[in-house]
């Protein structure tokens, strides 16, 4: 990827882990599934040209890249999966090359990441940046990934090749994202508020990506204004997609305001994650609709069960947790999760379960972490206080 088309698939990576959702089994036959996009709105004529343009041409792989990244953007956006679909037939011809061109490599790095296969995204990528070490995009999609992992020290070092490749911004981003969670958190907050002061970029997009990052940082660290600031202006900069929803909503949930949490959801309930901050928020207010939505919950997760699927074990998890009130279940789910991928929302339902459930194994997990990560999380840092009074 050339540096002009990083923060395009620089987000599209970023938030495919928390953004695309199983697809949905309706439990009523009359039910409204989803609405389709307008086949008249802008994105979906560039799709069909896009799609017209490459069977016309199936060998252009210039095409196809860009019809893939398209549909990499829409999965991002509107957190449906069947475009993750569309991007890898778009690929097809080189998807299974061994050392297909570097473009194809990063694209199928960002896909097989979303499912999961976090070593063969990794393969994908050090392939990359052993041909052309100058790729910023490599770099930056191999940091994310190794962060989502817990290998943060292999991170900052992907980060650190992004100097001279990437803007500054990019750059402090990259570098604040991974100090945050590995015993900087304050000092990678200030230089991020700092650097976007001192290097804004002219990308809606990479605005939220940073304000929200600042967001979730601020909440980590018990500064709820600040937090609360960031979130407003990520959700006002351009049409939120599931991550930044889903972010947000947490954040609403943990200081009371689920009344908020339901209107800001209540049309959107078509991606997995965010039907179950729907959920909860429905409990918290005693609305009689819970139970329905929860009931569509649960079949979507059993039918990701009978596909093999466990890319939501942390959704999954937290379901059994709050909403069916089964710490169990829960438990065993986020142990399966942690070994996965150690991101602050899995330390978190990690946390909690093991405390509802009174699991040993999961409450050494916790506590180890916090000792070998440094992670700063006032929240965590409350539950892991009760689990070693527990232990």
């Known amino acids: 990827m050339t540096r002009g088309s990083l923060p395009g698939l620089l987000l599209s990576f970023v938030w495919l882990g928390a953004a695309v959702a199983a697809p949905h089994i309706p439990v009523d036959g009359n039910q409204v599934v989803e609405r389709l996009p307008s086949r008249s709105a802008p994105v979906q004529r560039e799709l069909r040209r896009l799609r017209s343009e490459l069977r016309a041409n199936p060998d252009d792989i210039s095409l196809a890249v860009t019809l893939a990244q398209r549909y990499i953007d829409?999965?991002?956006?509107?957190?449906?999966?069947?475009?993750?679909?569309?991007?890898?037939?778009?690929?097809r011809p080189w998807w299974n090359q061994p050392a297909p061109p570097d473009p194809v490599l990063v694209l199928r790095a960002t896909l097989r990441q979303s499912t999961h296969q976090f070593s063969a995204a990794l393969a994908d990528l050090d392939q990359v940046v052993k041909r052309d070490s100058g790729n910023a995009q490599a770099w930056l999609t191999r940091?994310?990934?190794?962060?989502?992992?817990?290998?943060?020290?292999?991170?900052?070092?992907?980060?650190?090749?992004?100097?001279?490749?990437?803007?500054?911004?990019?750059?402090?981003?990259?570098?604040?994202?991974?100090?945050?969670i590995n015993g900087q958190a304050a000092s990678s907050y200030h230089q991020l508020v700092e650097t976007q002061a001192r290097y804004p970029l002219n990308s809606p997009g990479i605005g939220v990506w940073v304000d929200t990052l600042l967001a979730e940082m601020a909440a980590r660290g018990g500064d709820d204004a600040a937090a609360?600031?960031?979130?407003?202006?990520?959700?006002?900069?351009?049409?939120?997609?599931?991550?930044?929803?889903?972010?947000?909503?947490?954040?609403l949930l943990d200081h009371g305001r689920a009344l908020e949490v339901v209107h800001l959801l209540k049309d959107k309930t078509r991606v997995d994650a965010l039907l179950l901050r729907y959920a909860l928020a429905l409990r918290a207010t005693g609305a009689a609709d819970v139970v329905k939505q929860s009931e569509a919950l649960r079949a979507r997760f059993d039918a990701a069960m009978l596909r093999g699927d466990t890319v939501h074990q942390r959704e999954q998890a937290r379901f059994e947790l709050v909403l069916r009130n089964n710490p169990a279940e829960a438990v065993r789910l986020a142990k399966a999760n942690w070994l996965i991928q150690k991101e602050p929302a899995d330390l978190r339902i990690l946390a909690e379960s093991a405390l509802a459930s009174g699991d040993r194994e999961a409450a050494r997990m916790v506590l180890d972490w916090l000792r070998s990560s440094h992670i700063e999380d006032r929240r965590v840092a409350a539950i892991a206080a009760r689990l070693k009074v527990a232990a």
């Open 143 to 180: 940091a994310t990934v190794q962060t989502v992992i817990g290998n943060y020290g292999a991170a900052r070092e992907s980060c650190m090749r992004l100097y001279a490749r990437a803007p500054a911004l990019v750059v402090q981003t990259c570098l604040s994202s991974v100090g945050s």
């Open 228 to 251: 609360e600031a960031h979130f407003r202006k990520a959700m006002a900069a351009e049409d939120p997609d599931s991550y930044l929803l889903g972010a947000y909503a947490d954040f």
């Open 74 to 91: 829409q999965a991002r956006a509107e957190g449906d999966p069947r475009y993750l679909g569309y991007a890898q037939a778009a690929l």
